[in-house]
């Protein structure tokens, strides 16, 4: 019972990211139905830029709720640029082409943010410096991390105020619409290019934070560490029903504890 209790910990931590991720895919599916396979790419930037924002703030002698706070403030700026930079210059250009065009579109720019983090941040493993210092706390048998817990309070306050801003908002309801029928949208006064753009923006901002949990829960990053997470919450925003952001939730949390349960019992 208590490996049971400690991987189900694991697991809703590591869900709760991926559930972060896939809001990412199901966003851009449910408004244009493509596949944003350079999503996980965005992700591995976030956590990039954490890295050179720890590196450069490691000697200051800052709290380490101010480093993290100054990580995210720095890494949602940059990834929501990238993100746009994706809708505008590689997407939007191919929106009435055949779907199959933005499909391999997505998985090119996916090379290219690859390796042009090659370029900045080379191709070796980044190790993190450790500035939090970990405390353990022990429930019924099973310990959770100060991390973990904050992880957890983090990523599902996002997906609450996700789900305020798709259902509860002018934003939102001009996102809907534009998923219904983005033709008849424009004619009501919507801007659809704008409402896509900011898909995409806020897409990569949910991105930024979780590269940066990630970075800071693992310790490490490489410029390739996207490809694996992305899949894993583009599967986790599939098995809740892609386009559907609860479903995406809920979608991440089921493949994290099933992955985690996995780890420890199979094997």
Same mark, same amino acid.
């Given at each position: 019972?208590?490996?049971?209790?400690?991987?189900? %910990?694991?697991?809703?931590?590591?869900?709760?990211? +991926?559930?972060?991720?896939? *809001? !990412?895919?199901?966003?851009? $599916? &449910?408004?244009?139905?493509?596949?944003?396979?350079?999503? #996980?790419?965005?992700?591995?930037?976030?956590?990039?830029?954490?890295?050179?924002?720890?590196? &450069?703030?490691?000697?200051? #002698?800052?709290?380490?709720?101010?480093?993290?706070? *100054?990580?995210?403030?720095?890494?949602?700026?940059?990834?929501?640029?990238?993100? $746009?930079?994706?809708?505008?210059?590689? +997407?939007?250009?191919? /929106?009435?082409?055949?779907?199959?065009?933005?499909? %391999?579109?997505?998985? &090119?720019?996916?090379?290219?943010?690859? $390796?042009?983090?090659?370029?900045?941040?080379? /191709?070796?493993? %980044?190790?993190?410096?450790?500035?939090? /210092?970990?405390?353990?706390?022990?429930?019924?048998?099973?310990?959770?991390?100060?991390?973990?817990?904050?992880?957890?309070?983090?990523?599902?306050?996002?997906?609450?105020?996700?789900?305020?801003?798709?259902?509860?908002?002018?934003?939102?309801?001009?996102?809907?619409?534009?998923?219904?029928?983005?033709?008849?949208? #424009?004619?009501?006064?919507?801007?659809?290019?704008?409402?896509?753009?900011?898909?995409?923006?806020?897409?990569?901002?949910?991105?930024?934070?979780?590269?940066?949990?990630?970075?800071? $829960?693992?310790?490490?990053?490489?410029?390739?560490?996207?490809?694996?997470?992305?899949?894993?919450?583009?599967?986790?925003?599939?098995?809740?029903?892609?386009?559907?952001?609860?479903?995406?939730?809920? &979608? #991440?949390?089921? *493949?994290?504890?099933?992955?985690?349960?996995?780890? !420890?019992?199979? !094997?």
């Amino acid at each position: 019972m208590d490996i049971f209790l400690q991987q189900v %910990i694991n697991g809703l931590t590591l869900g709760s990211v +991926y559930a972060v991720v896939a *809001l !990412g895919y199901t966003m851009v $599916y &449910g408004i244009i139905q493509l596949i944003n396979f350079a999503h #996980g790419e965005v992700v591995m930037i976030g956590a990039m830029v954490a890295f050179t924002v720890i590196t &450069g703030l490691a000697a200051a #002698g800052l709290p380490p709720v101010v480093v993290v706070l *100054l990580d995210v403030a720095c890494a949602v700026p940059v990834c929501m640029a990238v993100g $746009y930079a994706m809708e505008r210059l590689a +997407y939007r250009p191919l /929106r009435r082409a055949p779907r199959l065009a933005p499909l %391999i579109t997505a998985i &090119g720019v996916s090379i290219i943010l690859q $390796y042009l983090a090659v370029m900045v941040w080379t /191709r070796n493993v %980044i190790a993190f410096p450790q500035i939090i /210092r970990t405390e353990t706390y022990h429930v019924a048998g099973a310990a959770i991390t100060n991390v973990q817990l904050a992880i957890l309070l983090l990523c599902f306050a996002i997906m609450a105020g996700l789900a305020f801003l798709v259902y509860r908002t002018r934003l939102g309801t001009a996102m809907r619409a534009t998923a219904q029928n983005p033709q008849v949208a #424009g004619l009501m006064g919507v801007d659809v290019n704008r409402v896509i753009a900011g898909t995409f923006i806020i897409g990569a901002g949910l991105a930024a934070v979780a590269g940066v949990m990630v970075g800071t $829960y693992y310790g490490v990053a490489q410029y390739t560490m996207g490809s694996v997470l992305g899949l894993k919450a583009f599967c986790a925003a599939v098995l809740g029903g892609i386009g559907n952001i609860p479903g995406a939730m809920l &979608g #991440g949390v089921v *493949l994290g504890v099933v992955e985690a349960l996995g780890a !420890g019992y199979v !094997g």
